[in-house]
């Protein structure tokens, strides 16, 4: 895991820095939608499954008001 996920936790506020495409937006759906620059907040680090380990590809889960997505920790900013 990166230095980065390490300082990232549940409840922190974070940006998105880099362009990340979604389809699945609420107010954009079935329509690309450009996140970089949404601020939102950590709801999860996925890093164990049911006390395994686990590496998941996404695996920080960021809530934007209703709307929630799983990025990389390289995608994001602390805001």
Do not use: Y
């Not at 300082?7 to 939608?33: L, N």
């Not at 939102?40 to 499954?49: F, I, R, S, T």
């Amino acid at each position: 895991m990166s230095e980065s996920a390490l300082m990232m936790q549940q409840g922190d506020r974070v940006k998105v820095c880099r362009s990340v495409v979604v389809f699945t937006h609420p107010e954009h759906r079935g329509q690309p939608f450009d996140m970089e620059g949404q601020e939102g907040e950590v709801l999860q680090l996925l890093n164990d499954w049911k006390g395994r380990p686990i590496s998941p590809t996404l695996p920080v889960l960021v809530a934007f008001g209703r709307f929630r997505a799983h990025f990389r920790e390289d995608e994001l900013s602390a805001a």
